[in-house]
């Protein structure tokens, strides 16, 4: 079973105690220097345990890989899309305390150069904040929970990419001055759940039913955060003041545009004594995973609207976004396509969606490609169309006089053909 804490520092030393955490103990630079060593372990845990220029360590890949979600929810990973749902549709209120170890040392003279925040390229506009967890209230007293890529602009000021949903929202009704606290070092649980959209429940109330949460009232505002985070910025979210933000890679490893971007002005920072920065690498496992896996549980219930539906997987490979791998129970001729029209629906920025039966271990991307190749024939088993495309697929094409943009969506339904001997399409059982 997972720890029964909500803390990173806790998941790590479990971690560390199964060998599964890699020291680094040479001084690295946080500049370009430590994103070469996160990529290099992509899917681990690392801690830099000797950070230059700062008094922090620093830890990348806690949510690099499905199996330490896994691991923080005490499940397999075959059941993280099925927990994934579970706790959507029965969030519970997370206890409040009086103190957190997020306050056990607090800055009211703020300086961000002291925190180690990683420059990734040399095509960044500058170091990122990459897995910082924005806590905001709107108007009718709901907290919204989201990761808000950040870049420092001056000693006290960042510039933040803000995408128009719920933080963006409640910045408008506040009229564009937001209070707002950036948290950092987080259980996984807590950043998957800051990474699901799920109507007007609130994120922190989905982390505490995948595992028992405590927040803690901030030092100047009255936002609630993640009691044992390493790391909390108070500040305030503008919209009154812009800047420059990016490029920057995003999960399809493609530079993402320029944009003019609220800055946030921070005026308390409260961490642990003796600090980890969280670290997350972007366009890479962690960033990927974070972004796909809470769409899963919206292919799945689409799914099963219209046929057996097993297990959803959106593929790495697919940069966890434009391509997902969906496993049926066949019973009818037709469930194939059904079940990949169901899926595009579910997620509408997908672009391939592969459909295969029970004997087939979407786990294993081997054994799916063996799928297509002996039970799949293009000219019957496709359908292809254009739909709604995602920005993040550089072919997408921008229909003449509008923003919208247009790809071609395909089904492959690499299941046994319909009105043929199922026996012939069955791997051999070899040894037996």
Known sequence: MGDINMSMRDFMENLDKAGEVIPITDEVDPNLAAAKIMADYDGRVVLFENVKGSDYKMVSGVCSSRDLFAKAMGISKEELLFKIAEVIDNPTEPEVVSKGACQEVVEKTVDLAKIPIPTYTSQDMGPYITAGVYVSKGKSGRLNASIHRTSPIGK????????HRDTWKFLE???????????????????????????????????????????????????????????????????????????????SGTLDKVRQEPVVRINCVTHRKDPIYQALLPAYNEHRLLMGMPKEPQI??????????????????????????????????????????????????????????????????????WAIATRFQADRDAKIWQGPGSSLDCTACTIEGSDRLMTSKIILDATIPAGKDRKDFLKAKLGE
């Open 156 to 163: 006290d000021k960042f510039v933040a990419r803000i995408c």
């Open 300 to 369: 799945y219930r689409k799914v099963k609207e219209v046929a057996d539906v097993k297990n959803v997987l959106i593929t790495p490979g697919g940069c966890c976004w434009l391509h997902a791998l969906v496993q049926i129970r066949k019973k009818n001729s037709d469930d194939g396509i059904l079940a990949g029209e169901a899926a595009h629906e579910g997620h509408k920025s997908l672009k391939h969606c592969v459909v295969v039966e029970e004997d087939i271990d979407i786990y294993d991307l081997a054994d799916v490609e």
């Open 173 to 251: 009704e506040s009229g564009g001055e937001l209070p707002v606290s950036i948290a950092l070092g987080l259980d996984p649980t807590v950043s998957l759940a800051a990474s699901i959209s799920a109507g007007d429940t609130p994120e922190l109330s989905i982390a505490n039913s995948m595992k028992p949460l405590k927040l803690v009232k901030c030092k100047t505002n009255d936002i609630l955060v993640p009691a044992d985070a390493e790391l909390v910025l108070e500040g305030v979210l503008t919209s009154k003041e812009r800047h420059e933000e990016g490029p920057f890679a995003d999960i």
